[in-house]
């Protein structure tokens, strides 16, 4: 029985401390970021850019629905140029996540 407990502990602990390598660091129980995707200009003043935003979001990693492309920000915000994108990520538990495009531009 010991055995056992000692072998599903690990077991736990190996899954929880493993997750997959990738681009994004990623929460088991919380994941709340903010991450640079790209910058044309970065000797743009932030203060003087338009800002369109795009948003998606997931429920229990089964169903996915929306646009959170940069396109989609873009028209948004009105823009045709663009100077930085952002991208935010939220998710809790992997219950629900919601997923964020910000672009900077003019």
Do not use: R
Not at 69 to 88: E, L
């Amino acid at each position: 029985m010991k055995k056992y407990v000692v072998l599903t502990i690990a077991s736990l602990v190996a899954a929880l401390a493993s997750g997959c390598a990738g681009y994004m660091p990623k929460g088991a129980l919380l994941t709340d970021l903010s991450l640079p995707v790209t910058v044309a200009n970065a000797s743009a003043k932030v203060d003087t850019l338009k800002v369109g935003k795009s948003q998606c979001k997931d429920v229990l990693a089964l169903i996915a629905q929306g646009d959170a492309s940069i396109a989609a920000a873009m028209k948004n915000g009105n823009i045709t140029k663009v100077h930085f994108v952002d991208w935010k990520a939220n998710n809790i538990l992997g219950l629900v996540g919601t997923y964020e495009c910000t672009v900077y531009g003019e």
